[in-house]
């Protein structure tokens, strides 16, 4: 059973910095991609950030292009959001996501609450 777990989530003040982490388990496979979505009080679920393993492209949503960086981990099946100048508006649960067959994402974490003041 495929499972993603992140961690990293927490409390920062406006103009400071946060990493979080996802990590696959459950299956030996290798991931097409990994990417970061959030949803931000009353809104939607919104895109952050994909990384394309095979290829190294990356996407950036244009209100964090500049700011966030996404990369892969030192362990298979992981990858890591470095967020830096963070704003109020940032505040959201952030999932981390993961696609095995290269047509979208198949598997969800838990979330991890990011609030920035």
């Known amino acids: 059973h495929v499972q993603l777990v992140e961690s990293g989530g927490g409390s920062v003040q406006a103009g400071g910095s946060l990493t979080l982490s996802c990590t696959v388990s459950?299956?030996?496979?290798?991931?097409?991609?990994m990417g970061w979505v959030r949803q931000r009080p009353g809104q939607d679920r919104e895109g952050v950030t994909v990384?394309?393993?095979?290829?190294?492209?990356?996407y950036y949503d244009d209100t964090v292009e500049g700011r966030f960086t996404i990369s892969a981990g030192d362990a298979k099946n992981t990858v890591n959001l470095q967020m830096d100048h963070l704003r109020p508006e940032d505040t959201a649960v952030y999932y981390c996501?993961?696609?095995?067959?290269?047509?979208?994402?198949?598997?969800w974490g838990q979330g991890t609450q990011v609030t920035v003041s």
């Open positions: 990384l394309y393993f095979g290829s190294g492209v990356t």
């Open positions: 459950g299956t030996t496979d290798s991931t097409y991609s």
């Open positions: 996501a993961a696609d095995f067959t290269g047509r979208g994402f198949q598997y």
